[in-house]
């Protein structure tokens, strides 16, 4: 077993081993666990949020263990790195890796679980959520400070943002962190960022307008990108479930 703590969470190092070592019959499991599983534990007063990721395929086990950094510690470095940018994202505790002595096998990712009002995908179901236009502009302004600091989210969808509310001001805090870049964005890539935020032709509308302000860009060629980029995303989205239907069809 490999592990690598925050400064601010080694006091309680002894207390996440443990969690780690009991993970299969212990803690509080969130979601569905379809992929990655996800649970709860509560030590000392902190609601410790683990994600065990599932055993790469064999050609992945390959990469992890010689040339990739994994899932886990890329989750972890990038909460760091996005913290000292000033970003929110649930404070990062740890992460475990459990190495073959050839291969690269399990590992988990260790964060302090936030208690929040919405995320993201609320906004996309619920259109009577108070403020929801303003939230929407707020998130869209997040984004575009994210962008000028050069980071670029790739899972930038739905579920991946917690949303606070605190009188009139809203924090957003991204989860599920392993895929990110952090370099100088083009203008194509910035509206790109935003396509597989929403169905909606309202939402698209209003997170075009709010960038134009924040950019300084012409509105009409905004809208048109990202509507047409949000699009082809559901194309494929949905041409991939049908192609999966069809396959789980024939191997009955």
């Given at each position: 077993m490999k592990y690598t703590f925050s400064e601010a969470y080694k006091s309680k190092k002894k207390q996440v081993v443990n969690c780690i070592d009991n993970f299969q019959t212990e803690g509080q499991i969130l979601g569905n666990a379809n992929r990655n599983v996800i649970k709860l534990f509560d030590i000392e007063g902190v609601t410790?949020?683990?994600?065990?990721?599932?055993?790469?395929?064999?050609?992945?086990?390959?990469?992890?263990?010689?040339?990739?950094?994994?899932?886990?510690?890329?989750?972890?470095?990038?909460?760091?790195?996005?913290?000292?940018l000033g970003f929110g994202t649930?404070?990062?505790?740890?992460?475990?890796?459990?190495?073959?002595?050839?291969l690269f096998k399990k590992s988990f990712y260790v964060s302090k679980h936030l208690h929040t009002d919405y995320t993201y995908r609320d906004l996309t179901h619920n259109f009577d959520i108070p403020n929801h236009e303003e939230i929407l502009r707020a998130f869209t302004r997040f984004t575009f400070q994210l962008h000028e600091k050069?980071?670029?989210?790739?899972?930038?969808?739905?579920?991946?943002?917690?949303?606070?509310?605190?009188?009139?001001?809203?924090?957003?805090?991204?989860?599920?962190?392993?895929?990110?870049e952090f370099k100088p964005l083009s203008f194509e890539e910035r509206i790109k960022n935003f396509k597989r935020l929403t169905v909606h032709r309202s939402m698209v509308e209003i997170m075009s307008d709010e960038y134009?302000?924040?950019?300084?860009?012409?509105?009409?060629?905004?809208?048109d990108l990202m509507w047409?980029?949000?699009?082809?995303?559901?194309?494929?989205?949905?041409?991939?479930?049908?192609?999966?239907?069809?396959?789980?069809?024939?191997?009955?």
């Open positions: 410790l949020n683990i994600k065990s990721f599932k055993i790469p395929n064999l050609i992945n086990q390959f990469v992890y263990k010689y040339f990739r950094k994994s899932k886990a510690q890329r989750s972890f470095e990038y909460a760091e790195k996005l913290q000292e649930p404070d990062p505790i740890a992460f475990f890796e459990f190495p073959s002595s050839a050069e980071v670029l989210f790739l899972d930038h969808s739905p579920g991946n943002t917690l949303i606070e509310i605190t009188g009139n001001n809203y924090q957003f805090y991204l989860v599920d962190l392993n895929r990110m134009a302000k924040c950019i300084g860009g012409d509105y009409q060629k905004i809208v047409s980029e949000t699009q082809k995303f559901q194309e494929k989205f949905h041409n991939k479930r049908k192609f999966k239907k069809k396959i789980k069809f024939w191997k009955k």
